[in-house]
């Protein structure tokens, strides 16, 4: 049995659609695509550990627990404090990869990150994450005046105090002006009014999964939008209008891979 204290990001993702199904099958289905989804994610996050040792950047082992509609991933810090970005721009890197490998076989996740101390339990195949990170990241699902309108993943408050924190530190120690770095660092998380279910925008700081397609376009993950959006109810339509424009907007401001 293992059961330790640490400190890391935690990604909180919730599966559009899913609560609506009705048969067994359905959730197998689900399951499946899910189960595999990790995979190939995984193989992805493999290639860029390889790619960072280079470099001398240590990626952490991403955690992943699923139950029912919801992935829950920790990323424990492997580096030291004052290196703490490194495991910021990691989760993003994790995310970037998972989103398109899910788009592309029509799982939609909406969720957020925070960062902070939890408990990490693994016993006979059983897992628990308990914590404050885990009750901030879920909040943004749970609340309704909190609760985005579409498809991707927001900084919460406090993994942004800590982000910008973080940006700063690296500004004051590589003699730089902080907004440089910010802008610099936009191919990670990009600052955007994100739509609410209640109809307003609330600006935060999210990962810019869309640099993923700066090499083939974005006409593919477009068209798989498109045609979700053209099937949803019409109550769901604008989380698939909202996650289209997001696109749109960063390819129109380039905040693509550089």
């Known amino acids: 049995m293992t059961v330790k204290i640490e400190t890391g990001v935690i990604i909180f993702l919730d599966a559009l659609?899913?609560?609506?199904?009705?048969?067994?099958?359905?959730?197998?289905?689900?399951?499946?695509?899910?189960?595999?989804?990790?995979?190939?994610?995984?193989?992805?996050?493999?290639?860029?550990?390889?790619?960072?040792?280079?470099?001398?950047?240590?990626?952490?082992?991403?955690?992943?627990?699923?139950?029912?509609?919801?992935?829950?991933?920790?990323?424990?810090?492997?580096?030291?404090?004052?290196?703490?970005?490194?495991?910021?721009?990691?989760?993003?890197?994790?995310?970037?990869?998972?989103?398109?490998?899910?788009?592309?076989?029509?799982?939609?996740?909406?969720?957020?990150?925070?960062?902070?101390?939890?408990?990490?339990?693994?016993?006979?195949?059983?897992?628990?994450?308990?914590?404050?990170?885990?009750?901030?990241?879920?909040?943004?699902?749970?609340?309704?005046?909190?609760?985005?309108?579409?498809?991707?993943?927001?900084?919460?408050?406090?993994?942004?105090r800590q982000y910008l924190a973080a940006l700063g530190q690296y500004a004051n120690v590589n003699k730089r002006d902080v907004k440089e770095i910010i802008e610099e660092y936009e191919r990670f998380y990009v600052k955007y009014k994100v739509p609410l279910k209640t109809g307003q925008k609330m600006e935060h700081y999210v990962v810019n999964w869309p640099t993923i397609l700066h090499k083939h376009g974005t006409t593919e993950i477009k068209a798989i939008l498109t045609e979700a959006c053209h099937l949803a109810e019409k109550k769901d339509k604008p989380k698939y209008e909202n996650t289209l424009a997001f696109v749109q907007f960063c390819e129109d401001n380039q905040f693509f891979i550089r």
């Open 17 to 160: 659609g899913v609560s609506k199904y009705k048969q067994a099958a359905e959730f197998l289905d689900f399951f499946c695509e899910m189960k595999k989804m990790k995979i190939r994610a995984q193989y992805v996050w493999d290639k860029w550990r390889e790619k960072f040792s280079k470099e001398k950047i240590i990626l952490p082992h991403p955690k992943i627990i699923i139950f029912q509609d919801s992935i829950i991933i920790c990323f424990p810090d492997m580096v030291e404090k004052e290196n703490t970005l490194h495991n910021f721009f990691a989760a993003q890197n994790w995310v970037m990869a998972a989103y398109i490998v899910a788009i592309e076989k029509k799982i939609f996740f909406r969720g957020a990150m925070s960062h902070g101390e939890y408990v990490y339990s693994e016993s006979n195949g059983t897992v628990a994450v308990l914590g404050s990170p885990i009750v901030d990241a879920s909040n943004y699902e749970k609340e309704s005046e909190k609760k985005p309108e579409w498809i991707g993943v927001i900084q919460t408050e406090e993994f942004q």
